[in-house]
């Protein structure tokens, strides 16, 4: 059949798909009000049997009441958010990575916040833009170092699709001209920098440091209770 899709009935045993189209003149939107049907007519038929692939930036606060919202990723990048019409809804916020299927449920409640542990665990994007860090922390027995920042830290050793994790070796300087120091010491030559939550740009730090050395290093910098720390780690 060739129609205008808010015209044509949903039988009582259809399930409808939408994918909005999510490109306008100007180019790919991120905003509900430019999709395609629009999403007034995309939050009705979610209320019956539907569903709809949106766009993965979409907000907590524009899921309709009822329907479930689950992030995906595929291969660490986050690809869509899927809404899921009201009767086939079982929580309000899911987290899925693919292609493990691995999922954990939004369920609320504060995380414990602690110093960085023997861990961290940097969660997946899905988990991270479902508001499902604090139950991956429970997931692992661990906790977050701060209240505001996506990373997970333990003293036990984790092995989960939800997220990447490193073990802390040290804790380095997080100004610069110590941490150059520490580094030097080290014989650091090659130096991969992570940063969340703290006003460092990794590539033009790297540049800076000047580092020479046989020795290849990992270092993440993020806050800690607020305050900017410095961590060597390697991978698990």
Do not use: N
């Not at 919202?69 to 929580?91: I, K, M, Q, R």
């Not at 990992?218 to 720390?229: F, P």
């Amino acid at each position: 059949m060739c129609a205008d899709a808010r015209a044509v009935s949903i039988g009582a045993d259809e399930v409808a798909f939408v994918d909005p189209a999510r490109r306008d003149g100007r180019g790919r939107t991120f905003s509900t009000a430019d999709l395609q049907p629009p999403w007034d007519w995309v939050r009705e038929l979610l209320a019956g049997r539907a569903v709809a692939k949106v766009m993965p930036g979409l907000s907590h606060d524009a899921v309709p009441p009822g329907v479930e919202a689950e992030w995906v990723s595929d291969g660490g990048d986050l690809v869509e958010a899927c809404l899921w019409g009201v009767p086939f809804a079982t929580t309000r916020r899911r987290a899925t990575v693919l292609p493990s299927g691995a999922t954990l449920v939004v369920e609320g409640g504060a995380p414990e916040v602690a110093d960085v542990g023997a861990y961290l665990h940097e969660p997946d994007d899905a988990v991270i833009r479902a508001g499902a860090v604090g139950e991956l922390a429970a997931s692992l027995g661990g906790w977050l170092p701060d209240p505001h920042i996506a990373y997970v830290s333990s003293d036990a050793a984790a092995d989960t699709p939800l997220a990447r994790s490193f073990r802390v070796v040290d804790e380095l300087p997080f100004r610069e001209k110590p941490l150059k120091a520490a580094l030097q010491a080290r014989r650091v030559g090659t130096l991969t920098v992570k940063k969340r939550g703290v006003d460092v740009v990794p590539e033009e730090l790297v540049r800076r440091l000047k580092l020479k050395g046989p020795t290849k290093a990992l270092v993440i910098m993020t806050r800690v209770r607020g305050q900017g720390r410095a961590f060597l780690v390697e991978r698990t």
